[in-house]
């Protein structure tokens, strides 16, 4: 592990400049990448806050809402990614939140010393290696809490056992699924529980979104759309409007930096969200460039389109957010990332190819009674998921 650990930190040092260079042109369409938050987010006055709750980035910041809730009083909240930061400290004013620093060993040290915290909830799987291992250095206990692992993240870790095995040994993992569950065990975890999936928990009545659109039908809102799935939209739009001549497609890009670049790929009319919150008649698509405001569009459409499920390379996103305001929800092919919460409301929710989209849009559109059903369906399973929060709660904190 030692040996590991220092070659791990020599190579990582060696390629810092290039990697935050590269994570800086990255992010430019997904909110931006400060290098110099990496080295001056460090936390101050946090007496009194016993547990740090780290998530990846914005998605599972929304994700881990309801345990971030729960303890409010007591956490601190990381993030890797700055939007990820930004969306935590707009939902939780009052709870610190601070951006994770570069993942070699001085700065991690510095990092967890100044958090001065006993617990450390990682919600599903990230693993920074010197992070983790200047936490248990520390004395802070570690929870994996809701806990993923995906085939290619298994293989990986695997790979890396040489350098993450002592971690893993040393940490509690709470599986969403079974399988999870094996996984871990299987990567060397000797704490191992199934607790369930936190997303179940996370998705709410959504606050209402400020936007006139008069008495538009139908609306469809895609959300959190990759590249090529702006012009599936396009396309299927162009088909419907044959049909329902005053349809209005909502378009919202998973990374809000594309927005503007969309115009020019869809087939009518578009306006920004931050160009006008009321919608002209002529209209066709309006592109929601503002974050967080997904779940309040969603709960306005007559059908939802879940974006990153039309694109293999992305492996989708969740499904829930329009089902807890009962709208059916259509799927692409590509869900990977998704897999086993879709595989519980699979009855739930309409699946789709690129070639029979139109199909099932307008069938959904056609017939109000299944409609209803569809999205009446996937609200009443929510409520049955629930209480994933209080199980990991027992856990953490018995």
Known sequence: MRCGLFLYNFLYSFSLPVLLTAAKIISKKRGGFSV???????????????TWIHCASIGEVNSARPLIERLRDRAVVTTFTDYGADRASKIFPNVPVHVIPPDVKPFTDYFVKRLGVKKLLIYETEVWPSLLTSALEQGV?????SGKITERSFSL??????????????????????????????????DVKVVGDLKFDSVREPEPVEVSIGSRYPIVVWGSTHEG???????????????????????????????????????GRS????????????????????????????????????????????????????????IPVIVGP???????????????????????????????????EFRYRIGLCGKKLLEREKGVTERILKEVFA
Request: hydrophobic fraction near 40%.
């Open 229 to 267: 799935e702006e012009e599936l939209a396009g396309e299927v739009h162009r088909k419907l409007k044959e049909m329902f001549p005053e349809i209005l497609t909502v378009v919202v890009p998973r990374h809000i930096g594309r927005a503007e670049n969309l115009i020019p790929l869809l087939p």
């Open 157 to 190: 870790y695997k790979r890396f056992s040489f350098l993450l095995s002592d971690i893993f040994r040393s940490s509690v993992f709470l599986a969403r699924t079974q399988e999870d569950a094996e996984k871990a065990q299987k990567l060397g975890f000797f």
């Open 36 to 50: 110099k938050r990496r080295f001056s987010s460090f936390p101050s006055n946090i007496d009194g806050r016993d």
């Open 334 to 368: 590509y869900y990977s990332h998704f897999r086993d919460v879709i595989s519980k409301v699979k009855e739930c929710i309409i699946f789709a190819s690129s070639e029979n989209l139109f199909d099932k849009i307008s069938l959904l559109l056609n017939n109000d």
């Open 141 to 145: 206990e570690i929870y994996f809490v």
């Open 271 to 326: 306006v920004l969200r931050t160009q006008s919150a009321k919608v002209p008649s002529d209209v066709d698509f309006y592109i929601v460039d503002t974050v967080g405001e997904l779940p309040g569009f969603y709960s306005i459409a007559d059908v939802a389109v879940i974006g990153g499920t039309f694109n293999e390379r992305i492996g989708g996103h969740n499904p829930l957010e329009p089902m807890v305001s009962a």
